[in-house]
Structure formats: structure tokens, C-alpha cells
């Protein structure tokens, strides 16, 4: 396989329900992102990792909940999710992370969440 | 705040005309801009990176140009065809680590 892999690719799930998206890259990059992306607003950036240490939390309802066991695999928790929280759920992954990186993200294909 | 917007309404042209698309930034001094392409229920793909030192940049049918002045990035698709026809985000870094703002996007549509 190669690139970003995410799934599931869709869930619903209840507001009381606990599950995890997973995302696993493929192409020996360091740090990897959680995006959310609501319709018709610019993506919003929730968690960063960098060689699998978090070093940006953008102030995210503490109902989302990242991990990161290595440098190639990201899992988003959720639990008692509001249905506002309803939204494709998007993981990249980068090269690297400092001010001389230019930084293209490689996203995968994204997972679709629906919350009732 | 730092901010890039983007054209939120459809762009809606011939086949074979040139797409001409906008991406505007406030309240800072990106180093440089990306462009990114996004078809319905897929991620974005990386086109097109320009530094704020380049003026333009080319890549086959597209073409980028960044003016400092204007705080303002132009993405071009010259002659369009329908499979062109996709939301395209414009993004820049943010501020630390690597964190990339993103525009809201623009959805273009090319018609045979």
C-alpha cells in the first residue's frame, strides 16, 4: 500500500457510542495531522504530531481524543460526540516540521462521520 | 487574524477557456502558498507550491503567481477540460510547526 490510508471511510454512530478512526501512512513521514472539514468551511486543524509527540491541540472538545504509537499510525477516539460534530474527518501526514519545511500534506481519503 | 479567502461561489466556464481562481490573505506574510485540488468525498491532493520570492510558477496546464503587494495568489488552468472540475483550496503556513491554514475553497466547473 502506499500513501495515506484511513478508515472506516464512513460511520454513524449514536451520541453515547465510544469508536476510532484510523490513519496510517505510508510514505516515512513525521508528523501527522487531524483535519475536520464541515461543509463549506475552510478545513480546521485539530491535532498535530511530530515524530508521534502532540505539539498543537487547537483547542478541541476534549470528546475527541488522539494517539499516536509511532511515526506511521494516528488514531482519533470518540466518545459522547454531539451531532454539530457530524463531518469528514481528514488525516495527513508531512515530511517535516520546521521553519524551512515547506511542508505538503498528503491527505488521505478521508472518514465520514454522522452522528445522530 | 491571519486569513485566506477564497471566492466561496462556483466558477462556471467553457471547455478550452483558461480557469482563473483567487486566493486572499490577511493580517500576515506567508513565506509561501499551496494549492490543492479536492474531488466530492475524497482528501486533497497537493498541485502547486510558490515561495513568496517567486512571482510564478508553472506545472503543465497550470500556472501560479503570488503578488505580495495585492496579498493575493492566482491559480490559472489553461485550456480547461470537464475532468478539471473539482473544489480547489489554497493554504499557507499559519504560523509554527508546519500548521497550514486553509481557505475555504473554490469549486470550479468546466462544461464541455
Known amino acids: 500500500e502506499t500513501g495515506v490510508t484511513q478508515t472506516p471511510r464512513h460511520l454513524v454512530m449514536g451520541m453515547t457510542n465510544k469508536k476510532s478512526l484510523k490513519c496510517e501512512q505510508h510514505l516515512g513521514h513525521n508528523a501527522m495531522y487531524w483535519y475536520k472539514q464541515s461543509a463549506k468551511k475552510p478545513l480546521e486543524l485539530m491535532f498535530v504530531?511530530?515524530?508521534?509527540?502532540?505539539?498543537e491541540n487547537n483547542s478541541v472538545p476534549s470528546r475527541f481524543s488522539p494517539e499516536c504509537p509511532n511515526s506511521s499510525h494516528l488514531f482519533l477516539h470518540l466518545h459522547t460526540l454531539q451531532p454539530e460534530d457530524s463531518a469528514l474527518y481528514l488525516c495527513?501526514?508531512?515530511?517535516?516540521?520546521?521553519?524551512?519545511?515547506?511542508?505538503?500534506?498528503?491527505f488521505g481519503e478521508g472518514s465520514r462521520l454522522t452522528v445522530l | 487574524s491571519q486569513k485566506i479567502e477564497q471566492n466561496s461561489e462556483a466558477l462556471n466556464i467553457q471547455e478550452g477557456k483558461t480557469a482563473t481562481l483567487t486566493c486572499n490573505y490577511t493580517n500576515y506574510s506567508p513565506a509561501y502558498l499551496q494549492w490543492y485540488r479536492q474531488d466530492p468525498g475524497r482528501g486533497p491532493v497537493f498541485l502547486l507550491l510558490?515561495?513568496?520570492?517567486?512571482k510564478e510558477k508553472r506545472k503543465e496546464r497550470l500556472k501560479v503567481t503570488f503578488d505580495t503587494t495585492l496579498k493575493q495568489s492566482l491559480f490559472h488552468i489553461t485550456a480547461s477540460q470537464p475532468a478539471d472540475s473539482a473544489t480547489y483550496l489554497c493554504?499557507?503556513?499559519?504560523?509554527?510547526?508546519?500548521?497550514?491554514?486553509f481557505g475555504a475553497g473554490t469549486r470550479l466547473a468546466v462544461h464541455p
Open positions: 493554504a499557507s503556513r499559519g504560523g509554527g510547526y508546519n500548521k497550514l491554514i
Open positions: 495527513a501526514s508531512s515530511q517535516g516540521m520546521g521553519e524551512q519545511d515547506t511542508g505538503e500534506l498528503f
Open positions: 504530531y511530530s515524530l508521534e509527540e502532540r505539539v
Open positions: 510558490i515561495r513568496e520570492n517567486e
